[in-house]
């Protein structure tokens, strides 16, 4: 019933793992080839995948796993999806329903385990409750803010016959995901943002999931208003744009945030302002009259920062009510625009090149000139992560792929494969610090198994690298624990799984290992060495408000 | 935790085996704190009626009813805090002493009268509830269980 029942939503893939408490399933799951099943080697790389599936094309991605270890080796992969508001249908197996609650072998409460973690959960012990409990749990995880909403099943309901006819409507009185943007609040928005002298729009992972970036586009050029994105928001607003000030946040541009701390309007679009977008709050934005904030979820406003003008909506629907009250105004922001262009020369992005060790930023460099935007780039967490956000320029939703909330290490490689089975006719790089990459890197027999064409960029500098720069900058130089020199031979290790590698030292072999990459089918690594103390900038201290932002050293 | 932190909801919520631990853990992971909680059968079939005093720790007052109505257990929930409201708090008390004159007069009701003393019941709003526990004080209490209000807004 549990397999018709997702036929029903549309579901095609589903990334899993079988066990003592799901065997029903799993039983019946031959009986429905259109449900392609893909065997997953830990728990935790079928939820990064299904994650990786949903923020690649959109629609949910499903996992299965068993009771007890299976079903709590998720809780990461939920986690990581809950905080990035990603819709996910994770379905584990429950003991019977008569043995609940005696400890039974693999036995664990999952819902207790996960609530924290889902949008939603059911507990599902009898097979009455299943075809409504299924259906609507579709409907919460895709609708309003989505989330990863979990079913947990009595062994003994998945092996119970019924009716499987869900309810024609769904009846929620609890859940209310809809909200219209006020039409009053939208005029002021528009008034204030028109009215601002110094305005500034921040875009979040929520215009994204709205769809709404030619409204971001067209607000942003009739107000005149320049727009960053969050680390999340990468995509809704393209970064090439003249109007464009890049990433937000503590490790932001430094135009970005030398805007952000001027502004006299700042207006939040589909965020949460979490504190690596505020830095130090009491500094945040200090010369701000008139916070706007847009947001889906209403318990956003003023959980971090009290908007003076909330609208409590869907991203596009906010937007699209403030247009037509927003005169045209491009020509009188003449100042503020070029101030902004002063910083941005004042301030670009840059990185020490000169030092005989392969810089990260070279790699992503020739990965951008060659994929443009025509590539997903899945990166992991840490230095990788903030450098492929930076050294791309992302001019389009669904290309760059990351763990922002999270901050999950062993996310890209899993979420790589995801992507790839969501959108085959795109290349999907995976770009990966050694230590992330390890935390997950059996998911390369899935890679090998289906011959996916997933290309991982290992930027690999032999330590946990972001640990030891905050260990450097920030705790007193003292370097503890984040030493990487034993490790896998990583081309070794490839070819362990069945997958070609090359092992990169220098900044000629950069190009050659790409080509080969790229004239590879199917799965291909590549083992940059690079500069042991390259770091991420522009970085705002631990503590320190955005004003307070350290640019790469001079050299 | 100061008095001004304290908001007072009433919560209408679907009853079922996952509903009490989801508010309680909504309340918890978000640096909140209860102080008092009743929950009873609500007049319509198959939802119940949570009264909850919560201490809302360093967040805005309001995170406390937007938290709650995330859940998609939570159907309703109504701030009552700094209302015209009645609030009503149930004490059950078993006391030592015989003469029971000064509780009675505050209105409380023998239920059990015997050799090893008398159990009364009385019901007010907070101050009165307070103040009853003072008085049971002086006459030898020997165990006794308090409800935590429950609260209704006035109507006109």
Same mark, same amino acid.
């Given at each position: 019933m549990v397999l018709e029942a997702l036929e029903r939503e549309g579901v095609e893939l589903i990334f899993g793992y079988p066990g003592g408490a799901n065997l029903p399933i799993y039983q019946r799951l031959p009986g429905h080839?259109?449900?392609?099943?893909?065997?997953?080697?830990?728990?935790?790389?079928?939820?990064?995948?299904?994650?990786?599936?949903?923020?690649?094309?959109?629609?949910?991605? $499903?996992?299965?796993a068993t009771s007890g270890p299976g079903a709590l080796n998720l809780v990461t992969g939920l986690c990581t999806a809950y905080m990035d508001s990603v819709p996910m249908i994770a379905i584990t197996g429950q003991v019977n329903s008569t043995q609940v609650g005696r400890d039974a072998f693999q036995e664990s409460d999952v819902i207790g385990a996960t609530s924290s973690v889902t949008k939603h959960s059911y507990l599902v012990t009898n097979i009455k409750q299943l075809p409504r409990v299924i259906h609507e749990a579709f409907h919460i995880a895709t609708t309003g803010r989505p989330g990863p909403v979990l079913i947990d099943i009595c062994k003994d309901v998945q092996q119970a016959e019924a009716d499987n006819v869900p309810p024609e409507r769904l009846e929620i009185p609890g859940y209310k995901p809809n909200g219209h943007a006020d039409l009053d609040q939208a005029k002021a928005a528009a008034i204030a943002l028109a009215g601002a002298e110094r305005p500034v729009v921040l875009a979040g992972h929520g215009v994204l999931l709205s769809h709404a970036e030619a409204e971001l586009r067209e607000l942003a050029e009739r107000a005149a208003a320049p727009v960053g994105t969050t680390l999340l928001g990468i995509g809704a607003f393209p970064v090439n744009h003249p109007l464009s000030l890049h990433m937000t946040g503590f490790m932001g541009t430094g135009w970005n945030l030398k805007a952000v701390q001027n502004a006299d309007v700042l207006m939040m679009v589909g965020m949460r302002v979490d504190d690596r977008v505020t830095a130090?709050?009491?500094?945040?934005?200090?010369?701000?009259?008139?916070?706007?904030?847009?947001? =889906?979820?209403?318990?956003?406003?003023?959980?971090?920062?009290?908007?003076? =003008?909330?609208?409590?909506?869907?991203?596009?629907?906010?937007?699209?009510?403030?247009?037509?009250?927003l005169p045209e105004l491009e020509k009188s922001r003449g100042t503020w625009l070029a101030q902004i262009d002063a910083w941005r020369e004042e301030h670009p992005l840059r990185y020490t090149h000169s030092n005989g060790h392969l810089q990260p930023q070279d790699v992503l460099i020739d990965m951008y000139k060659r994929c443009r935007n025509e590539a997903i780039v899945v990166a992991d967490v840490g230095q990788n992560q903030i450098w492929a956000a930076l050294w791309w320029n992302y001019d389009r939703p669904g290309l760059f792929l990351n763990s922002g909330g999270s901050g999950t290490m062993g996310f890209a490689l899993p979420a790589a494969i995801g992507a790839k089975f969501a959108r085959p006719e795109l290349p999907v790089w995976c770009v990966a610090g050694e230590g992330g990459f390890v935390m997950t890197a059996q998911e390369l027999s899935v890679a090998v198994e289906h011959q996916l064409d997933v290309k991982i960029v290992l930027l690999n500098n032999f330590s946990l690298g972001m640990v030891r720069q905050f260990q450097d900058d920030f705790y007193g130089g003292v370097r503890?624990? $984040?030493?990487?020199?034993?490790?896998?031979?990583?081309?070794?290790?490839?070819?362990?799984?069945?997958?070609?590698?090359?092992?990169?030292?220098?900044?000629?072999?950069?190009?050659?290992?790409?080509?080969?990459?790229?004239?590879?089918?199917?799965?291909?690594?590549?083992?940059?060495?690079?500069?042991?103390?390259?770091?991420v900038y522009p970085i705002v201290p631990l503590g320190k408000s955005l004003n307070d932002f350290w640019e790469a050293p001079d050299k | 935790?100061?008095?001004?932190?304290?908001?007072?909801?009433?919560?209408? @919520?679907?009853?079922?085996?996952?509903?009490?631990?989801? +508010?309680?853990?909504?309340?918890?992971?978000?640096?909140?704190?209860?102080?008092?909680?009743?929950?009873?059968?609500?007049?319509?079939?198959?939802?119940?009626?949570?009264?909850?005093?919560?201490?809302?720790g360093h967040a805005e007052a309001d995170q406390v009813r937007k938290q709650l109505e995330r859940l998609v257990e939570v159907v309703e929930v109504e701030d009552l805090t700094g209302h015209d409201v009645h609030?009503?708090?149930?004490? +059950?008390?078993? @006391?030592?002493?015989?003469?029971?004159?000064?509780?009675?007069?505050k209105g409380a009701k023998l239920l059990y009268s015997g050799e090893s003393g008398a159990t009364v019941e009385f019901a007010g709003d907070g101050g009165e509830v307070g103040e009853f526990v003072d008085e049971l004080k002086r006459h030898g209490v020997k165990d006794v269980v308090r409800s935590g209000p429950v609260v209704m807004r006035r109507t006109a």
């Open positions: 080839p259109k449900l392609k099943h893909i065997l997953v080697r830990h728990e935790q790389g079928a939820a990064h995948m299904a994650d990786g599936y949903a923020r690649a094309c959109g629609r949910p991605g $499903v996992v299965f130090k709050l009491a500094d945040f934005a200090p010369k701000v009259k008139t916070f706007i904030h847009i947001d =889906i979820d209403g318990s956003e406003m003023g959980k971090n920062v009290r908007p003076q =003008i909330e609208l409590v909506a869907d991203a596009k629907q906010a937007l699209n009510a403030m247009i037509p009250h503890s624990q $984040v030493d990487l020199t034993h490790m896998p031979d990583f081309v070794k290790l490839a070819d362990a799984y069945g997958l070609p590698a090359v092992r990169v030292d220098k900044f000629s072999e950069i190009g050659p290992a790409m080509d080969a990459a790229e004239r590879t089918k199917g799965p291909f690594l590549i083992d940059f060495r690079i500069d042991p103390e390259a770091n | 935790m100061s008095d001004n932190r304290v908001r007072v909801l009433s919560v209408l @919520v679907e009853d079922g085996p996952n509903t009490l631990s989801k +508010v309680s853990g909504v309340i918890r992971r978000r640096g909140f704190h209860v102080l008092s909680i009743t929950v009873g059968p609500s007049p319509e079939p198959g939802y119940s009626r949570l009264t909850l005093q919560v201490d809302h609030s009503r708090e149930l004490v +059950v008390a078993h @006391v030592a002493a015989s003469d029971l004159s000064g509780l009675l007069e």
